[in-house]
C-alpha cells in the first residue's frame, strides 16, 4: 500500500498543476510525505518553485499542498516574528507565496534579513535562532527546523537556493490540460489522502531515521543532504519509488547547476576557453578574445567593455594576478596559464578538449566540487536500510 499511497498523492497534484517534467512531479510528492517525517530526518529541504513569469502554476501548486502537508502555515502575510512563534509553539509547515517580493527589496530590510536567517538554518534539525524578547528584551531561543515551500519570480539568495529542491516551473501550453481546483470540492479527498499520510509516516518513522539511502553517482554534499529525506520516503515506500526518487534526483540536480554561472565563474570558463592550449597570453590578447565571445557579457558591462584594470580585480579574488610576461620582442603585462589552474580545478567542470595542464592527470578529484557524471544506472542502486521493495521491481 506504501507505493500506492504516494502514487494517489502524486495523481491527486497531477490533476490541478502541469509540472515541466516528470521528474519535478514525483519530487513534490516526495517532499509531501516528507512533511510528516520532519521529526525522522536530519535535513528539510526547501522546496523552491520558480519561474520567470507569473501564471506559471506556483501558487496552485502550494493551494494544492497546503491540503496534503503536515500542519500547514501560509506564510504569505504573516510578519517573520509571527512564524518564528508559530514554529516555537509546534511544528509547521511553511508556504511562502511571492517570496521574490521580500528578498527583492533594496537596501538592508530586516524582515528580508530574518527570513532569510530562518530560512537557511531551520533546513537543519535543532536549529535555533536568538532573538530578544519583550519588555526586558530577554534572550530567546528559537527553534526554526521546518519543512519550507516557497513561490517566487526569479532566483532566490544562493544560500536558500543551495538548500533547496528547485523546480523551474513554466506556462502550460494549449496541449496541457488540467482540472480547476476548487478547494471546497476537492478538500474531502486531499483531507483522506492526508490523514493515510500522516498515520503510514506515524508508523515508519523510526526506520525512516535510522536508514542511510544510497546516493546516485555524483551526488554528495550538499546536494546529498538535500535529497537524502526524500529517498528516505521512496525507499520506505518500496515499489518503483527507490528508482523513480533516484531519477528525479538525477534531473533536479541538474536543474540546481544549471543556473546562470556568477560572473566571476563565466570570466574563468570563458579564459579556459581563450587559452587553449597557449601557455601564456598578454592582458591585451586577452581582452580582445574575451570580447569577441557573442554569446557572453564581456563587450558590453554596464555599457563599457571589460578593461585591464576589471579584468584584474575580478581574478584577485581568485589570487590571481597579472604578470610581466615575453611575446616575442615584447614584455606586456600578461597571465599564464599556470597561474588560472588552480582556480579551473577548483570552480569549473573538467574540461572536455585536449589541451591539459601535465599535472592534471596526477592530481585527486576527491576536493573538487561536483563534476557530475550524474546519470546513475539506477537499476543498480539498492534501497537504504529498512526499504521495503514491492510492487515487482528488484533492486540490487
Same mark, same amino acid.
Given at each position: ?7 494517489? #498523492? ?35 529541504p ?44 509546534? /511544528? ?9 517580493a ?7 530590510? !530586516? ?23 519583550? /519588555? ?14 516557497? *513561490? ?13 529542491i ?28 492526508r490523514?493515510?499520510?500522516? !498515520? ?7 526506520? #525512516?531515521?535510522?536508514?542511510?539511502? #544510497? ?5 554528495? &554534499? ?21 528508482k ?6 538525477? !534531473?533536479?540536480?541538474?536543474v540546481?547547476?544549471?543556473r ?11 579564459l ?15 581582452? !580582445? ?33 597579472p604578470?610581466?610576461?615575453? #611575446? ?13 589552474? &588552480?582556480?579551473?580545478?577548483r ?10 595542464? /601535465? ?18 544506472d539506477?537499476?543498480?542502486?539498492a ?5 521495503? *521493495? &514491492? ?6
Amino acid at each position: 500500500m506504501n507505493a500506492e499511497l504516494l502514487d494517489d #498523492v502524486r495523481a491527486f497534484i497531477a490533476r490541478f498543476v502541469a509540472f515541466p517534467s516528470h521528474e519535478a512531479l514525483d519530487a513534490v510528492t516526495l517532499w509531501t510525505a516528507h512533511t510528516h517525517l520532519i521529526e525522522s530526518t536530519e535535513n528539510s529541504p526547501r522546496l523552491a518553485l520558480l519561474s520567470p513569469e507569473p501564471g506559471s502554476g506556483k501558487t496552485r501548486t502550494l493551494e494544492v499542498l497546503d491540503l496534503l502537508v503536515r500542519s500547514p502555515m501560509s506564510a504569505l502575510n504573516a510578519s517573520t516574528p509571527a512564524v518564528f512563534r508559530s514554529l516555537k509553539a509546534s /511544528p509547521r509547515t511553511l508556504l511562502f507565496d511571492e517570496v521574490d517580493a521580500i528578498f527583492g527589496r533594496r537596501g538592508k530590510d !530586516e524582515n528580508s534579513e530574518d527570513l532569510r536567517a530562518l530560512l537557511n538554518a531551520g533546513h537543519r534539525r535543532g536549529a535555533t535562532i536568538p532573538r530578544c524578547e519583550g /519588555p526586558s528584551h530577554k534572550v530567546v531561543e528559537f527553534p526554526v527546523f521546518a519543512a519550507c515551500a516557497l *513561490a517566487g519570480l526569479g532566483d532566490l539568495p544562493d544560500t536558500v537556493m543551495s538548500r533547496s529542491i528547485i523546480v523551474r516551473m513554466r506556462r502550460r501550453l494549449p496541449s496541457e490540460s488540467v482540472e480547476h481546483f476548487r478547494r471546497r470540492l476537492v478538500e474531502p479527498t486531499a483531507t483522506v489522502l492526508r490523514g493515510q499520510l500522516a !498515520e503510514w509516516c506515524g508508523d515508519v518513522a523510526d526506520r #525512516v531515521a535510522q536508514a542511510y539511502p #544510497v546516493m546516485p553517482e555524483g551526488v554528495e &554534499d550538499r546536494p546529498a543532504d538535500v535529497w537524502e529525506p526524500l529517498l528516505q520516503v521512496a525507499d520506505e515506500a518500496g515499489g518503483h519509488w527507490p528508482k523513480t526518487a533516484r531519477e528525479a534526483c538525477v !534531473e533536479l540536480v541538474k536543474v540546481s547547476i544549471s543556473r546562470e554561472a556568477s560572473l566571476g565563474v563565466k570570466l574563468l570558463s570563458d579564459l579556459r576557453d581563450v587559452f587553449g592550449a597557449m601557455d601564456k597570453l598578454s592582458t591585451e590578447s586577452v581582452l !580582445e578574445r574575451l570580447c569577441g565571445i557573442e554569446e557572453s557579457p564581456w563587450s558590453d558591462l554596464r555599457g563599457k567593455p571589460l578593461d585591464a584594470r576589471r579584468l584584474a580585480r575580478m581574478l584577485r579574488q581568485y589570487e590571481i594576478a597579472p604578470e610581466t610576461i615575453r #611575446v616575442e620582442d615584447r614584455t606586456p603585462k600578461g597571465y599564464r596559464l599556470e597561474q588560472l589552474h &588552480d582556480a579551473f580545478e577548483r570552480y569549473l567542470p573538467p574540461f572536455s578538449g585536449t589541451a591539459q595542464h /601535465p599535472q592534471q592527470a596526477e592530481q585527486g578529484r576527491s576536493n573538487r566540487p561536483f563534476q557530475g557524471r550524474l546519470v546513475p544506472d539506477v537499476a543498480d542502486v539498492a534501497p537504504s536500510q529498512g526499504a521495503k *521493495a &514491492d510492487g515487482g521491481d528488484e533492486l540490487v
